[in-house]
Each structure stands twice: as structure tokens, then as C-alpha cells.
């Protein structure tokens, strides 16, 4: 079932559980990752950047592709179909095309700046049933062309970004997109815990979840993260499971080249990523 996100994180905030954003590039990644939440029950957001939407030819086939699918395979999980880091004119494009959920990442704005086009788009996704997640505070590294420096959020912005009726908050605390490097310094939980505390009980959102270490995912839901997002671990696992296939001759054994089969451990790894994500995340059982 497509939904709005609001509710599945509302549970996950008050069962102390987070639900996993997982963003998607093609069939085979959306397949396996609906599949995988309907087995193991749980709920699920499918993530789209701006980047990712172009690449599938536009907001609406993505959207025609997951309704679709979410049809065909039989998910009655529930699933929300978000924008990730999207654009103000990227967020009026997903509203149009059908998407359950957006991401306005006014994060480069100033902050007077970020509140306006916040306080906007609240309005709009609200009157048109979308949830809407906004971010302070950059999250570092480099995603689809949106680079960000990485710096801790101010807990007073994200109480102002908060205030505007926002659904879920993404807020900087040291978390990067894409591996983490060597020196990384960790998750800064002062950062997480003030920020929580400004905030109430508003769900909190973990970008760059790829590479944390367990106990540090625990932690951050323990202090009020309800929604973590992986993207670069299902490229790498794809990539792995597949340069596996070919360099074992796989594609040139009888019809080993058939794309249907040169996909299929790299699907197959995806499936065995999210698994692993959503049992650590607490969201398996929970649909
Ligand atoms: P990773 O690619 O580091 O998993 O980050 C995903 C993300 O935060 C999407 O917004």
C-alpha cells in the first residue's frame, strides 16, 4: 500500500524501532526491496533522488513503476514513495507526479531561507497528503551531485525548521553520505540528544547509513532517530555480487549472459542488504 510516511514513523518513534529508507535506481532494486519487506513484514520507504528520477525518465514512471508493482507482487506492507534531498521545484514536481512523501533539503539556504521554502512546501505537501521532511544542518559527503560539508545542525534551527509542522527532521550530527572514511569521528550523540530534546517527540531522521557500526545505530535510535537511509551499501553489495558472476565466466556460460540472470545475485544481494538493515533497525514484524 502507497502511504504517506507519517504514521509508519509516528509507530517507529514510539516503538523505538526505525524504519529503513532504501533508495532505488531501477526495477530490479524496487523489486527487491518491496520483496524483502513483504517477507519480513515490515514497513519500508523507497527513496528517490533527484538524480535517480531522472535516470528512470522522470518522477512519474517511477511512480507508475512502484504503484505498479506494489500491485502486481501483492504489498500490503505499508510503503512510502519519498523524494531524497529534493529541490523546491524538485518537491513540486513529486507532489504532481503522485509520490506519498518528500524531502525538502533547504540545508544550503540560509536559514531564514530554509524556514520560507519549509514553511511553503508544509503547506502544500499537508493539503495534498504527502509527509514532508525537512534538514538543518548539511549531511557530509557527496549524493547524485549534492555535496555536503558535514557539519553538526544547530538544535535552535532544527526547533525552528520543527515548529513548521514538519513530519520527520533530517538533522546533521558528524553523519556522511557514502563510505565513511578511516578518521571519521563518530556520530556526535550530544549533538542527536539536544537536538531531540528542542524537538519533542518529532521522529528524527539518520542519513549516510551506510557503514555505521551497530552500536552506534542502536544508540541513535535509543535517542530518537525513527527513519535511517541506505544507499550506497545496496550499490556496493549489487556491484560485488555481480562483478562475482562475471569474473566466475557465469555470463558465458550457456545463456548466463541472459540479463534476467546477469542481475539476479546483484538483486539477490540487495535483498540480503536490506535484511540485514531491517533487522538491526528493529522495523521487522512491524508492518
Ligand atoms: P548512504 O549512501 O551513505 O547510505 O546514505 C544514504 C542517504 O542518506 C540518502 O539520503
Redesign the pocket.
Known sequence: MLVSATEMLKKAKAGHYAVG?F?INNLEWTKAILATAQELNSPVIL?V?EGAGKYMTGFKTVTAMVKAMIEEMNITVPVALHL??GTYEGCYKCIKAGFSSI?FDGSHYPIEENVEKTRELVKVAHAMGLSIEAEVGS?G?E?DGVVGAGECADPNECKAIADLGIDFL?AGIG?????YPENWQGLSFDTLAAIQEKTGDMPLV??????IPADMIKKAIDLGVAKI???????LSFAAATREYIEAGKDQQGKGFDPRKLLAPGAAAIKETVKEKMELFGSVGKA
Open positions: 529508507q533508495n527513496g533522488s531524497d534531498h524531502m549531511i559527503g549524493e533530517a553523519n556522511i553520505h557514502g563510505k539518520l542519513h549516510g547509513g551506510t557503514g537511509n541506505v544507499n550506497t551499501e545496496c550499490q
